[in-house]
């Protein structure tokens, strides 16, 4: 039998995101479109399948609908993803993404998705520490029925020795689980400033409020800033990471895949500048990548690699 992976990725909760395109919606008409596109996602959801492209192994965790979950396990299995997914009575969000041609407009409609409960946490926390993974993803939002506090009480009952807990939410949820002393977070400039509850203004700011992080004992504090790039702070620098020119296709999960290869970086100890490429390249690998290929477009590893070798880090 093959060792469990060293990482696992925790969405409590996942959506199917479901992408119908058509020239123009006839409201109040019976439309008929091509195919549509069915995807399971998530923030961790996406965060393994790009580990899967750098090569590193992972666990899919979290809570998903129960009839949800075949269709997780068949999206994820040729990645080489195993999954690990507590069961709750119904399904996921299932979010409608209308992609209407002629104005190039896109509406999205959301629903809610199935009701969590602390007893599948709780279960959850016990199916996860049993996996015994050295690092472990926790990102997203939260699913209806459970405490704000959800990502603070998986962050304690995964605390374990030389165990690294990586934390990418917003909102209370995020303000709540900082306080469980993640290793990691990846805000971006709104959710530091919603956290620290002041503006962050420039580049000075967005340094000091890191720091206020990592004061409070997150080790690592990274920001992310869209299209300028982001400010790494590590154990061994302070960098300001600005990503190559790209086509811009999605800004669609950017923040996910820069948490993917900060999660890698952390899995292959990697230094803050090589850290900086690597999460960098893979975040202008996912803006750039061919969204209407199947899947939603996969991004190669030869274009990480390329987009992180022209990411241009300055030290701070
Ligand atoms: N327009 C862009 N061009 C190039 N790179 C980009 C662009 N937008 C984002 N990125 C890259 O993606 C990273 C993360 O983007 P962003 O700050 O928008 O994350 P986020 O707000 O957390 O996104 P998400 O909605 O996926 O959670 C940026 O630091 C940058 O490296
Ligand atoms: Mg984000």
Redesign the pocket.
Known sequence: MSPEPRIATVTLSPALDLTIRLPELERGEVNRTGPAELRPAGKGVNVAVMLAVLGEGSTAAGLLGEADIPAFDAFLRPFGIATAFEPLPGRCRINVKLVETVAGQVTDVNPAGAQASRTALDALARRLDALAPEIVVLAGSLPPGLPVEAWAILLRALAADGRKLLLDSSGPAFEAAVAAGPALVKP?RSELAGLLGRALPDRAALVAGARELVARGVERVVV????D??LFVLPDATLWAR?PK?A?TT????????VAGLTAALARGLDAEATARLA?GC??AA?SRDVGAPGGGVPALADIQRLAAETQVERL
């Open positions: 971006n992310s800033a869209g299209g790039g982001a990503p790209v811009l800004t669609v999960g950017a923040g996910d895949a820069m960098t975040a202008a803006v």
